[in-house]
């Protein structure tokens, strides 16, 4: 039987040459939005991984709309300049398709690298103010965000719209919204985070109103063959929050809105909502959403070995496979996983001799 794994899929006029996807993963790394050397080397790596798909990470399309000062951004000339060679680089070197993750982290915004403390930035440490639905911070010791204006929105969308437009200009393969992790879109989905009594707050359509919005301006500027989706979530894992049902809804209006994939993730609206550290936490989720809502499903969130992965696309529970903290520990993932799947994958010339068929260690290592 070929590997489910090592199928292709084609997204809008994209055809991905694998399931496999790289997860986008913040660096903490860039120069007031722009990346930099580091951004070569670890995105040059994993265009060399074996995975059809390479998602950057969560890149903001407002200065204030950064995790950290060390984030990723796509707001300046100089943000699109340095993203334009990073991208370049990839596709001389390397064979995975090559995708972007659009963002704004909301009332999370401000604050420190994780290996600084993951906590606000003090006052000694240059924060900034932060927004959100709702002036509601994300747990003891967050700032408090302000309750976003008609103005602000509008200025948002804008933002998102040109940072689509931007990402059209490096030749993306596909765009991704980041509708999960408790960042700005999560937090209006939220009823945890959203307590607008507005027509933004309220039922979930009300809820969903703003980020629909959203959707529809980046849509507008992104080509109908150019793959676009977003990262949403399954569970918010606390009484309350969102559940799979609600991720349905929402995979349906992102459906009707044009978009072409969801990504199933979940947790974080607060500082206590985890999600369960069991393989595959978010599988069951995936497959409530791919089966009633009929779009292309990613999954992420423990998966580790080939054989899940390939279980998972095989029986049908999600359309593609995203990959975090693996393709850390192993940049070279996906030609593992051909190994161990029968597949064949591309590894660029220079590395050919560490292939299965030239390399008697590779057998010795166990894949
Ligand atoms: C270093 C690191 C940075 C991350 N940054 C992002 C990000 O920019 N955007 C995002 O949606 N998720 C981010 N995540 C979450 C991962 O994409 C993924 O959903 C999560 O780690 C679970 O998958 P895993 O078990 O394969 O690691 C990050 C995770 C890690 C480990």
């Not at 680089?89 to 993951?118: D, V």
């Not at 676009?228 to 349905?248: F, M, P």
């Amino acid at each position: 039987m070929p590997s489910a794994l090592f199928s292709p899929i084609k997204l809008a006029g994209l055809t991905v040459p694998n399931r496999i996807v790289v997860s986008p993963m913040c660096q903490y790394s860039a120069n007031d939005g722009v990346g930099n050397d580091w951004h070569m080397t670890h995105l040059g790596m994993l265009a060399n991984s074996g995975a059809g798909l390479l998602v950057l990470e969560a890149t903001h399309v407002e200065r204030l709309g950064r995790i950290t000062h060390g984030c990723l951004g796509l707001y300046s000339d100089d943000c699109e300049d340095a993203l334009g060679h990073i991208v370049a680089h990839c596709r001389r070197n390397g064979t995975a398709k090559l995708g972007i993750q659009l963002a704004h982290a909301g009332r999370k915004a401000s604050s420190q690298r994780p290996w600084q403390g993951a906590k606000a930035l003090s006052a000694t440490e240059d924060p900034w103010p932060t927004i959100a639905p709702s002036a509601l911070p994300f747990g003891p010791g967050w700032h408090t965000p302000r309750a976003m204006t008609e103005d602000d929105m509008a200025r948002v969308r804008a933002a998102f719209a040109d940072a689509a437009k931007r990402a059209v200009r490096l030749s993306f393969d596909a765009i991704e919204l980041h509708f999960a992790h408790g960042y700005l879109l999560h937090s209006f989905v939220s009823p945890l985070s959203n307590k607008r009594n507005d027509e933004f707050g309220g039922s979930l359509a009300g809820r969903m109103r703003f980020p629909l919005d959203v959707v529809r301006d980046v849509r507008a500027a992104v080509p109908r063959s150019t793959p676009l989706g977003a990262r949403i979530t399954g569970s918010d894992w606390l009484d309350g929050g969102l559940t799979g049902d609600d991720a349905v809804t929402l995979a349906k209006a992102l459906k009707a809105a044009g978009l072409d994939y969801v990504d199933i993730s979940s947790g974080n609206i607060t500082y206590d909502s985890r999600p369960p550290n069991e393989p595959g936490f978010n599988v069951p989720i995936a497959e409530q959403v791919r089966r009633d809502s009929g779009l292309a499903v990613r999954t992420v969130g423990l998966i580790a070995t080939a054989q899940q992965a390939e279980a998972i696309v095989a029986e049908g529970k999600a359309d593609m496979i995203a990959l975090a903290r693996a393709f850390l520990d192993n940049p070279h993932w996906g030609w593992h996983a051909a190994a161990e799947l029968g597949a064949e994958v591309v590894r660029p010339p220079q590395y050919a001799r560490a292939a299965p068929a030239l390399w008697p260690g590779a057998a010795m290592r166990g894949g």
